[in-house]
């Protein structure tokens, strides 16, 4: 059998299982969580072993210590997926919800609810517990999914998977609503994204090269949660104390994440007060800054920013910062090199706030806050599945209501037209 | 300057303009719209003249009759065109709505605000009165659009286009914020679909070909307005009269929209009773019916339907029947042959309403009531850009909500994570 032949096969092999998902009850999708949890706290020792030979493959291969980094899994993290599993059983199902409802003047009662998406692919990288966040997400709204994890991680995703399939099959799982593609060949992606009539969404997480690609060979629909290359724009009416709080917080907190500062922008009428005290707490804290010609000439210390710089996702302890005339110079600068995701403005002008939270074309636009709390946990949305850059369906953190979609139930009474 | 560069050109201006009409008020919007209604009014003979160049090529070139009708921009259908304009102008503008509202427990005021998609490519056939109900949906949701009209229709559009852009240009439209593809290019819509970066969303209208060429082409997200294979099934427990009056009305009051009936499916118990009398009226209206084996024991005077039958959209006085032996066989065959647009039972029985609504997968699914109710106009929208069978973003008859997305505003007071 060919690639393409099998990958056909997963893929409809889904679509029956996402039929019987349909029919799932809420207690028994949790029942099947809960058993799942349970497997993974029985299975840590073989869970730890299959890792184990993954990370050595990496380290024979000399991958990078980041990757290394994201491949372990360490038992705080095996207990992360255990507890994740037991909160997402906890969360409110959304399917079967009655989004809205309406009666037309013929008498026909419109019905619009919530439903599963369906079939969902997911291709991810280095981290094998992404296997059990996505497949526990995609299980708790109904929806079958088909798991492409990365080949670093190829023996810590297959046990992960078989875990949790077995667990969900002695609870009544539908055979297939999680599947694993275990072959090597490369091309499998391509097949995955092109399986149209199988596969309702296709979900890349990891790299710019990964999203890429997908994107380039999709003819099923695709969300990208692209990278993050979030502002903060200090105002001229800024309170400068919460400037540099907020500022510090962006940048410092957790640097390698999505929603951390990349590049900071300041009014040239506040520059000269608050660079100094926000780069004399920037530098204490190990970070790098490279600034425009104006912004140097306050700080000649810091390197030259490139035009590269405002396109650059860091994820490390650096940063570009750019003196800007104006809120609109600010937003200009945004919507051409940020990439949707997360932007502040720190202002005590109520006009400032409202140009920059209109005009700001991304996902989550802060007024006086850090841009680190876009983020489904924060949000209050108890899990995610990660944060949208598009603009289609869901933008920003997205969780379980995000993972389904509605159809229109209508009640008549032989009403024709 | 090739087409490629001619292509970033343009999406780059509805870049721009999209961003403007983020600023546009509903009051400036409406005002644009019936100043384009008055301009149409005002320029009836150069658009009836410039759609008469478009109509004799037609004919020169043999076009179907089907086509020419489609072309034709009679007085009634340019009246129409300018109550559209004046309609949508009445409408309620979702951008700018709160859809919700909630306080974290740090004080976070997170606030999910209804925004433009930003810009909208709109392919479309020969129907040249898509040029103005679409620019009219996208201007009045502050979407800048690009439109690419088929070529039989070219005069029409540009004159149509031109009117309008006119019309806008009168009252402060932003530039740009309508454009038009004019170069007779096929390699245009390529270009088109793979501007990532500056289109948003890519809407194609029109046949199998153009939507399947669209979608193996496209880079940027696209919302298909697919064929609608739709059926009707006749429970065993149905209102016989009902049932007869449902199933002639979804075949034959409009046999060439997509919400039209396609197949009937019929349980077996009520077969030998529902048939006859359904038969004789379908063949009174002039239907050719073709049946499986077991509905022609019943009516022998059907022609024989063949695998292809159950996938063939006939928009025409057509119609294939089959006997099903359960609701489940029904639900199973839509899901297999159906498209995912609208399908309807009719039965007295809750349980086989409620395993018909849960189960069949489509847009909207009626219960004792005709497929052809699915429209914007008779769903209360008020307008429609045309119905989604895909299941992202938006499913079924897409109005003015359905064109917007959201971003989220958080307002803080300095919280930090």
């Known amino acids: 059998m060919g690639l393409h032949e099998e990958m056909v096969g997963i893929g409809s092999c889904a679509l029956d299982a996402s039929r019987e998902?349909?029919?799932?009850?809420?207690r028994k999708k949790n029942t099947i969580l809960l058993e799942m949890a349970d497997a993974l706290d029985e299975r840590r020792v073989d869970i730890a072993e299959a890792n184990r030979l993954d990370v050595e493959a990496a380290k024979a291969a000399g991958l990078s210590p980041a990757i290394m980094d994201r491949l372990a899994l360490t038992p705080t993290r095996i207990d992360g997926m255990i507890s994740g599993l037991r909160e997402v059983a906890a969360l409110m199902d959304p399917v079967g919800e009655t989004i809205s409802?309406?009666?037309r003047p013929n008498g026909l009662e419109i019905i619009k609810q919530r439903v599963p998406i369906g079939v969902i692919g997911i291709i991810y990288e280095s981290r094998p517990n992404v296997t059990v966040d996505t497949a526990a997400l995609c299980l708790k709204t109904s929806n079958a999914v088909i798991l492409r994890g990365g080949k670093e991680s190829v023996h810590s995703n297959a046990i992960l998977a078989d875990t949790l399939i077995e667990a969900g099959r002695r609870k009544g799982m539908p055979e297939h609503a999680i599947q694993l593609i275990r072959t090597a060949d490369r091309e499998a992606v391509r097949e995955l994204v092109q399986l149209e009539g199988y596969v309702d969404l296709v979900i890349p997480r990891g790299g710019e090269a990964l999203i890429r690609a997908v994107t380039e060979n999709a003819r099923v629909p695709v969300i990208k949660h692209y990278k993050g290359i979030c502002h903060t724009y200090v105002d001229e009416s800024a309170d400068v104390a919460m400037a540099v709080a907020i500022a510090i917080n962006a940048k410092c907190q957790r640097p390698g994440v999505c929603n951390a500062m990349e590049t900071l922008l300041v009014h040239e009428a506040i520059a000269p007060v608050f660079l100094p005290i926000f780069a004399k707490r920037?530098?204490?804290c190990g970070v790098i800054l490279r600034g425009d010609a104006a912004s140097r000439e306050v700080i000649p210390a810091m390197q030259v920013a490139t035009e590269e710089d405002w396109s650059t996702e860091y994820l490390d302890l650096r940063l570009s910062v750019r003196v800007v005339g104006s809120v609109r110079e600010a937003v200009a600068h945004i919507n051409k090199y940020g990439s949707r995701h997360?932007?502040?403005?720190?202002?005590?002008s109520e006009a400032a706030q409202k140009i920059f939270t209109q005009e700001v074309d991304s996902a989550t636009v802060y007024v006086n806050a850090?841009?680190?709390?876009?983020d489904g946990g924060e949000f209050g949305m108890g899990a995610e599945i990660g944060i949208s850059t598009d603009k289609?369906?869901?933008r920003?953190?997205?969780?379980?209501?995000?993972?389904?979609?509605?159809?229109y139930v209508i009640q008549g009474k032989g009403q024709v037209r």
Do not use: N, Q
């Not at 998902?21 to 809420?26: E, G, K, N, P």
């Not at 997360?342 to 005590?348: G, K, L």
């Not at 920003?396 to 159809?407: A, N, R």
């Open 21 to 26: 998902l349909v029919l799932c009850s809420t």
């Open 396 to 407: 920003g953190p997205m969780g379980l209501e995000e993972l389904t979609t509605y159809k």
């Open 342 to 348: 997360s932007d502040a403005i720190v202002s005590e």
């Open 282 to 284: 920037a530098i204490d």
């Open 370 to 374: 850090s841009t680190r709390f876009t």
């Open 392 to 394: 289609l369906h869901a």
């Open 101 to 103: 409802r309406w009666i």
